[in-house]
Each structure stands twice: as C-alpha cells, then as structure tokens.
C-alpha cells in the first residue's frame, strides 16, 4: 500500500505570495493533519481534516488555512507569505481520526520564503 | 497546555551500545504516545505506539515504556548501529490538538 505523498516537495516562494500545498493519504485512510517544522519551535500541530470538516485546529494565524476533498486528498494553504513561514510541512494520515489511531507521516515540503 | 521535554538534545556512542532515550510530558491526561525517528530532511516513521493504558511496547531493538502518572517515557534501543543514527522524537495525543511534540534527541552511532 502506497504511504503519504506530498507534493511539491521543495518549493520557493517571495514575502507576501501564497502557496498551496498538497497531501494524498494512505488509502482508505479518512483523516489528514498538518504540522509545520522549524529549527526555532520544533514540530507543531496545524490542523486536522476529517471527512471533508476540519476537526481540530492549532494556535497558527489565520494565513494558514486547509481543505479536505471527497477522496480525503487535503491541501493547506499560506497567503501572504512571512520569512518566518519558511518550514518543512509534514502531513499525516490515519484511519479513522481516532485518538488511539497511529499517525503515518510523508515525507514533507520544504518551503522557503525569501 | 501540554509541554514534551527530551533529554538528552544529542547523545553520541559506539555501535554496539545499549541506550536509553527519555521523554516527560506535563500533562498526564494523554491519549498515548508514540516515538518517532526522522533522518535529515525526511520525513517522520513511527517506531512505536503505547496507549494511555499500556505501559511497554516491543518492536524488534527497541523498547518503549509509559508511566502516565509521573508524565514519563523512555525509548531502550538495544545493541545500536549506524544506522540507528537519527533524530528521536517523542509526542503525546491530547485531545484537541493532536500529536504535541518534544524537540528530539539527535543519536548518533559511530561505528
């Protein structure tokens, strides 16, 4: 079974653009998280998307928004980029969205703003 | 709110060598915990999973144990490689906001 893909995975972008990121979950897989990754706060917790509707939300501004699709194929979105939006952004999928599920990561998009 | 705490930062041994990993959290009302190892610039594999009412997990070398009450946890890797070389990370689930994360251990094995 094919495991999380995220594309793209590198991506270049200037103060003030958008950018929309892309995450296709396992198969059969119904929830879709995100995280964002940077050398200063470490790992943290975005949102998550369940059946279309985003269940829960991190203490991130409301630049970063998310969407999820019929197929559970999520996508995140930044507008108005910040040079501090440079991250490497992991998406993870698991089964039901239960809290006892295990997540399964991809292997993240590296966005730098310049 | 939930804080994850990961000590050592880095650790450095011979191949060969037993270690231990340990990570605390803040708050004890978590769902379970898992331990996940990152090489640089990839992405994150999960190693281990231990619900809130479990207290150890075993796969292969490695070993995890959970003591919810005193908010720790400790990942044991036996006899370790080079190729175990990589960054540890802990997390917690809490309710709302799904996986909190500790900063890592970066391991390195020399051989």
């Known amino acids: 079974k094919a495991g999380v893909t995220q594309t793209p995975r590198y991506l270049i972008k200037t103060r003030g653009q958008q950018v929309t990121l892309s995450c296709s979950p396992i198969s059969g897989h119904r929830s879709v998280s995100w995280y964002q990754q940077t050398p200063g706060q470490g790992l943290q917790f975005l949102f998550e998307y369940f059946s279309e509707t985003q269940r829960n939300k991190g203490n991130f501004p409301g630049r970063f928004s998310g969407r999820q699709f019929s197929n559970s194929r999520s996508e995140m979105n930044v507008s108005t980029l910040e040079l501090g939006d440079s991250a490497l952004y992991l998406c993870a999928s698991s089964l039901e969205g239960k809290l006892t599920d295990t997540q399964y990561f991809g292997p993240g998009t590296r966005l730098t703003v310049l | ?111």
């Open chain 2, 1 to 111: 709110k939930q804080e994850v705490t990961q000590i050592p930062a880095a650790l450095s041994v011979p191949e060969g060598e037993n270690l231990v990993l340990n990570c605390s959290f803040t708050d004890s009302a978590i769902y379970n915990l898992q331990w996940f190892r990152q090489d640089p610039g990839k992405g994150l594999t999960s190693l281990l999973l231990i619900q809130s009412s479990q207290r150890e997990q075993t796969s292969g070398r490695l070993n995890a144990s959970l003591d919810k009450s005193s908010g720790r946890s400790t990942l044991y890797i036996a006899a370790s490689q080079p190729g175990d070389s990589a960054t540890y990370l802990c997390a917690v689930e809490t309710s709302g906001s799904r996986l909190t994360f500790g900063e890592g251990t970066q391991l390195t094995v020399n051989p």
